[in-house]
């Protein structure tokens, strides 16, 4: 494209065609008159549009052609008018239109015309895509939706009761925080919850887990990309995980993984509310809560210079511990039932269709649990898998988890006959099949399908066993 000193250097005659072909290769329609109100110039779009040719009006008066025309008095007004309908030859249009004005005095007007067939089919085409961008925002806001809440949480005993009254709290405002846990202990659960019980429950839930995205990758996944940002970026560019999350939560899982070069454009966005895409120039304003989990001890890294004291502290506003597995014994059953239950639902049984033999939560307190609730629930799944019935027992859990409590059993039991063993697991199986069931003959008919034995046998049992007083 030429300067405005090359311009002027052209032969006047150069000029005027190069400007004029300009305005006829415009897809708007244009009118153009002096200052007298007399037609200089329309172009071909101008003729398409509205059906009236060069002949019929340049060079003559516009209100002699066209006497409502309002450009005339747009002009002598010196004013803007923006999208005017207009009809003619029953023609619908929609004008802007505008005075000239060349060295401080209005010298002319020009009048811009598109099309009412144009201008509904855009109207059209903007309300399909704001259609389609609201039907995705409502897709992705159900992909990025918070499905636990504090009820969730099963068994809040102990350590974990005070961590469930501090969250709580943490919930009502936007304060940032830190979950502690070994992995396994139900880090997500827990921000999930406090989540959804914020203001923004309603907004996105976006989850990240810091370890598991390539470092190269894990700024754009964050913060987004531009097109052309680098080698294969999507046209468009891409959202970053912030901008998904906006006016929601973030949840950073494995934090203590993030590069030390990533931490500090987190510091910045934290402190800032504002993002910069990779490959962009403007900084675009977000707002999301941040709640991040580690299963190391970041205080500990600050000192070994591993992890940034400055965004240490920004995020370590509120910090929560959640205790191993192998801490809450007294939780154990409860959460044990409670998966029980849920794979029952899952294959289409009864609720109470599965009965833990007693053994089997001895072995279950007894373990140590590395993996935490995440290792129950597959131990549970396997389980669940191996019975034959509906009673779990020993023989039914992982192979390690019985080696390991048999390794740990003494070598000799002593006080008692085979025979007395037996009726006494057999006793505690009839006892928890009795509470897991009402005290009706249909309840009785349920117990006996739990322990595989007829009617009359339980019946038999419980007063052997005298238990008829268990409903």
Known sequence: MWNKRELLQLPSGSLADYFFALLRSIQD????????????????????????????????????????????????????????????????????????????????????????????????KLEKNSKELKRLQQGMNSLSKAKYSFEHIIGAEGDLKAVIAKAKKAARSAISVVIYGESGTGKELLAQAIHNESGRSDK????????????ALLESEL????????????????????????????????????????????????????????????????DVRVIAAANKDLAQMVEKGRFREDLFYRLNAFMLQLPPLRARHRDIEAIVDSMLKHEARANGEDAEAYVVEPEVMDIFARYHWPGNVRQLKNVIDYAVCMAEGNMITPR???????????????????????KEAVEQAERAGIAQALKRTDNTLEGRKQAAQMLGVSLATLYNKIKKYDLEEIS
């Open 204 to 215: 996105p839930f976006v989850a990240v887990n810091c370890a598991a995205i390539p470092e």
């Open 29 to 124: 329609g244009l009118l153009v008159i002096d200052k007298e109100g007399v037609v200089l110039f329309i172009n071909p779009e101008y003729t398409r549009i509205t059906g009236v040719t060069e002949a019929e009006i340049v060079g003559k008066p516009l209100l002699s052609v066209r006497p409502n025309a309002q450009l005339v008095e747009v002009m002598k007004q010196n004013k803007v008018v923006v999208g005017l309908r207009r009809k003619e030859r029953n023609v619908e249009y929609v004008v802007d239109m505008a005075p000239i004005v060349l060295g401080g005095r209005v010298e002319g007007a020009v009048s811009i015309c598109k099309g009412a067939v144009e201008v509904h089919e855009l109207v059209k």
């Open 396 to 418: 039914d859990l992982p192979d390690y988890i019985r080696q390991e409590h048999a390794e740990r059993r003494p070598a000799s039991q002593g006080g008692g006959s085979l």
């Open 223 to 286: 913060f987004g990309y531009e097109e052309g940002a680098f080698t294969n970026a999507k046209r468009g560019g891409k959202l970053g995980l912030f901008e998904l999350a906006h006016q929601g939560t973030l949840f950073l899982d494995e934090i203590s993984e993030l590069p030390y070069d990533i931490q500090a454009k987190l510091l910045r966005v934290l402190q800032e509310s504002a993002i910069r895409r990779v490959g962009g120039v403007n900084e675009l304003e977000v």
